[in-house]
């Protein structure tokens, strides 16, 4: 069974930065894509960034593309979000996910496996 659990989440002003971690059970990067996904009270769960280790891929929305950056640590056991020049509207529960399917799947229903989430708030 695999797990998750997010930290690093708080409160900002916008222009500042935050570090996420996702600490994944033993193996999970090895056969499984990490994402980081979003949401917004009211709104959806949105793609963020993620990475799929086996096929060597890494994928950004838009929308943090120059911003944000993801990554794994040496151990690959931790997924890190590494948040730069927040804005108001990166306010949302960010949450790590994992799916066995290998691909960077922006629709969150292509993941099996999901963290508790972590609040981030940019005060403007």
């Known amino acids: 069974q695999v797990q998750l659990v997010e930290s690093g989440g708080g409160l900002v002003q916008a222009g500042g930065s935050l570090r996420l971690s996702c600490a994944a059970s033993?193996?999970?990067?090895?056969?499984?894509?990490l994402s980081w996904f979003r949401q917004a009270p009211g709104k959806e769960r949105d793609f963020v960034a993620g990475?799929?280790?086996?096929?060597?891929?890494?994928y950004y929305a838009d929308s943090v593309k120059g911003r944000f950056s993801v990554s794994l640590d040496n151990a690959e056991t931790t997924l890190f979000l590494q948040m730069n020049d927040l804005k108001p509207e990166d306010t949302a529960i960010y949450y790590c996910g994992a799916s066995p399917r290998g691909i960077v799947f922006r629709e969150p229903d292509r993941y099996d496996f999901w963290g508790q989430g972590t609040q981030v708030t940019v005060s403007s």
């Open positions: 033993a193996g999970t990067a090895v056969s499984h894509t």
């Open positions: 990475i799929a280790r086996m096929r060597g891929s890494i």
